[in-house]
């Protein structure tokens, strides 16, 4: 794996992973795979900036690494791994917490989305904090890519703040990191709520397509996607339903929006539909299989993810150390 870049990237095990997370993260980290020297986390320490269930959180842990071996991750090319199992995570977020400003993080629109869910006052010190623990996850491993879908681009701006930031500080440590985010898949909207991102979180599972949904409830949820006025099959600004049914169409089979209006012509909205829920159930199928297969043996599952943390250690250990020893705490 030597002389390749390095990317990181993680998805949080906070509740289903979705179509989201799929053709805005996890297909592009296989077909980059590769290409680079991987990191793929399982950001469990970042899920518990809300409350979860131990119990389901521990269910949901497995649940993402199932979910990353079924998409095509290859634990020999990439290193698959919990955050909380690498102790350099939250160390790192600490020293970088003494170098991030608290205006800084009152800026991050994702804070204010979810803390206004219950009042900013409730909302978790840890909630406010998210964006300086992915910061630590990212500059931990010196990676120079993340690959991510659009919501995160801000956090990555942060990011790459604070490499600088406490480069400028300390002396040259932190490798400034660049996001690597898809033309197409980069931000699926929700199927009810054309206006929301299509998120974990979603207060209904008819707004996304969980990747463990079975063909009939994949097909129910693309035949009461919510459309919008007119019948014509076209992307444009004021359309936002029928533009996101597209945008799924065309980053699951790899194709460009036009090609596909083109097709559609005169069609009108049934039949499009019809034929997206099939390429989405043919897209997905073999990924539900695959991961349900792996959840009967979660033993294996653990050795998988306990040997990613090992390997994980050992890179960041000396990253550590020398923030460590930049700062005077050598
Ligand atoms: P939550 O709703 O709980 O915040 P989430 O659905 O946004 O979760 P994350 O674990 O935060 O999921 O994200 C994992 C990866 O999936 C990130 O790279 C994120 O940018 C990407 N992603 C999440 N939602 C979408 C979406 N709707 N479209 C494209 N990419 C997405
Ligand atoms: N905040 C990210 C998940 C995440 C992440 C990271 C992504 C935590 N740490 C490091 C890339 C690199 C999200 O998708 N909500």
Redesign the pocket.
């Known amino acids: 794996m030597q002389g390749k870049q390095r990317v990181f990237?993680?998805?949080?095990p906070?509740?289903n992973l979705?179509l989201?997370?799929y053709?805005?993260?996890?297909k592009n980290w296989v077909s980059i795979q590769d290409l680079y020297e991987n990191y793929f986390c399982i950001?469990d320490l970042?899920a518990i900036t809300?409350p979860q269930d131990p119990k389901v959180l521990r269910q949901k842990i497995r649940e993402v690494a199932a979910v990353y071996l079924a998409v095509g991750l290859d634990p020999g090319k990439s290193v698959i791994f919990r955050q909380s199992r690498v102790s350099g995570h939250a160390e790192l977020a600490w020293l970088l917490n003494c170098v991030a400003k608290v205006g800084e993080l009152s800026r991050m629109t994702?804070f204010k989305d979810?803390a206004q869910k219950g009042g900013a006052e409730a909302a978790s010190v840890g909630l406010y904090d998210y964006p300086v623990l992915m910061a630590a996850d990212i500059l931990l491993y010196n990676a120079h890519l993340v690959?991510?879908?659009?919501?995160?681009r801000q956090h990555l701006e942060l990011t790459r703040t604070l490499a600088r930031r406490f480069n400028g500080l300390y002396g040259e440590t932190f490798i400034v990191p660049e996001p690597m985010i898809l033309e197409v898949?980069?931000?699926?909207?929700a199927l009810d709520e054309p206006t929301n991102?299509?998120?974990?979180?979603?207060p209904t599972p008819a707004g996304y397509i969980a990747l463990l949904d079975g063909p009939d409830v994949v097909r129910r949820k693309i035949r009461r996607a919510k459309t919008d006025s007119g019948t014509e099959v076209i992307a444009s600004p004021d359309k936002p339903a029928i533009t996101n049914l597209l945008g799924i169409y065309a980053a699951t089979v790899g194709r460009l929006v036009p090609e596909i209006e083109a097709e559609y012509e005169g069609k009108g909205y049934g039949a499009f539909k019809k034929d997206l829920a099939e390429i989405v159930v043919e897209g997905l199928s073999p990924v539900r299989e695959k991961a349900y297969a792996l959840l009967n043996n979660p033993r294996e599952l653990d050795e998988i993810l306990e040997a990613g943390a090992q390997r994980a250690r050992e890179v960041a250990r000396p990253i550590l150390h020398s923030a460590w020893t930049k700062m005077g705490l050598d």
Do not use: T
Request: no cysteine; net charge positive; glycine share 18%.
């Open positions: 990237s993680g998805v949080q906070s509740g979705h989201g997370n053709l805005g993260a996890l950001v970042h809300l994702q979810k690959p991510v879908g659009e919501d995160q898949g980069a931000r699926v909207m991102k299509m998120s974990k979180s979603s």
